[in-house]
């Protein structure tokens, strides 16, 4: 495939027809795609940035996986997901429970966040997305189609049932060893919409249902930029103005994105140094406190010898946070100084960036599925630590700073 893209680089239609012009939504380049032969992937000519992955799937496919989360993600919701028995009291707990848990120990922003990210935005990603697919393959051309495929791939990463399950993955693996937990009806079903979460993104072939959407552009206009939501090619004229496929406003660089990006960067570094050296969590027994920061996790975890989870852990918390912070710090000031060096690296890195920066999550809802469970009055209690709110925001800030950053601005030096 990529052979076939670099042959249309000198115009050898005869070999590979092409599919229409695109704009790498990494580097800026504007280049023809070549149709499709069913399997592989087509690469950025500059950037190596993958501009379609074909796997031969049909889009019902995608539509059964869509809409299948969107139906599970009901009962996943309102039957019960986890059950502890503590000293002969049963405890148990859904979805909202660990939200509304953290809302009356008086931190509503963090309960907010956590219930967007995993009880609305689910609803409206698979929803969105479900609708879009069955208009899709209706040959519907309504205009609110583009628009809602566009808001569905943007809420992609902020709907975090995968992430979800992970976090009760490590919440079971601790609590399981000491008192008799079982799995729900409704915990069932979140590992079911979870798993169909991963499938569901790995059989969605993007570019094919934009081109349904509205064709990509046959020539590229003399003077382009392109979409970088949807990646549609349309004159240098049109800056400012509407994409007529997905309604993103257009522009050849987003203005003031890299300013934006190095502001919340900078917020994150503040909140940085609170959220490891608070605990996450108090574990309070008869009244008496045992804070866990998020490094006392890891130990427990180890101590335990539970290493995957604890690697698993150490890399979400740890690593890739500090790779975000860095990546997002030195490309923004790489661009201030109006450096051309290694820009496919900076680029591949923030791309990378903004694929993994949600794993993070992944203590933040255990602390959250089990604020619920481990209660018992006078006797145990959660209590959410100064380290969880400082984490989450470090967490968020650098997936907002990652989605504001506009990696096309690095190849500005190149364009020139
Ligand atoms: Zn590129
Ligand atoms: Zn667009």
């Not at 940035?49 to 799937?57: D, K, V």
């Not at 869509?66 to 599970?72: K, Q």
């Not at 382009?224 to 997905?246: H, K």
């Not at 660089?253 to 605990?279: D, E, G, Q």
Request: hydrophobic share 55%; aromatic share 8%.
């Amino acid at each position: 495939m990529k052979l076939a893209a670099l042959l249309l680089g000198v115009e050898d239609a005869a070999v590979d027809p092409p599919h229409g012009v695109v704009g790498c939504p990494s580097c800026g380049r504007i280049q023809e795609l070549p149709r499709s032969a069913g399997h592989g992937t087509v690469h950025c000519l500059r950037c190596d940035h993958p501009l379609e992955r074909t796997a031969g799937r049909a889009s019902a496919a995608a539509l059964a996986c869509a809409l299948t989360t969107f139906v599970l993600l009901f009962p996943a919701n309102l039957l019960p997901l986890l059950r502890v028995s503590i000293l002969g009291v049963v405890n148990r707990s859904v979805i909202a429970s660990g939200v509304a848990g953290i809302w009356h120990q008086g931190w509503p922003a963090v309960a907010g966040v956590v219930g967007l990210e995993i009880v609305v935005l689910p609803f409206l990603r698979f929803g969105l997305l479900s609708a879009v697919l069955i208009a899709v393959r209706a040959g519907l051309r309504a205009a609110w189609i583009g628009p809602a495929f566009r808001i569905s791939e943007a809420l992609d990463q902020w709907a975090m049932m995968d992430v979800f399950l992970f976090g009760c993955a490590v919440g079971y693996s601790r609590v399981a060893p000491f008192l008799p937990i079982t799995i729900g009806a409704g915990g069932w079903c979140v590992i079911a919409a979870a798993l169909l979460t991963l499938v569901t993104r790995a059989s969605l072939e993007r570019r094919a249902i934009w081109r349904a959407i509205r064709p990509d552009a046959a020539f590229p206009p003399a003077t382009a930029l392109a979409c970088a939501s949807c990646d549609l090619v349309v004159a240098n004229a049109q800056a400012g103005t509407r994409c007529p496929r997905c309604r993103a406003r257009l522009f050849g660089h987003r203005p003031l994105a890299t300013m934006r990006a190095l502001a919340m960067t900078l917020a994150a570094f503040v909140c940085y140094p609170i959220a490891y050296v608070y605990p996450m969590e108090y574990s309070e027994r008869l009244g008496v406190p045992h804070g866990y920061t998020i490094m006392t996790g890891v130990f427990k975890l180890l101590d335990a010898g539970l290493w995957f989870f604890a690697i698993v852990i150490f890399v979400a918390s740890v690593m890739i946070p500090l790779l975000k912070l860095f990546v997002l710090s030195w490309c923004g000031l790489s661009i201030h100084a109006a450096s051309s060096r290694r820009l496919r690296s900076k680029t591949a890195l923030t791309r990378l960036t903004r694929e993994i920066g949600r794993w993070s999550h992944i203590d933040v809802f255990t602390v959250a599925v089990f604020l619920p469970l481990m209660h018992l009055p006078d006797y145990l209690r959660v209590v959410v630590g100064r380290g969880l709110p400082a984490f989450l925001a470090v967490v968020v800030l650098t997936m907002i700073a990652a989605d504001l950053f506009d990696s096309r601005t690095l190849w500005i030096t190149d364009d020139r």
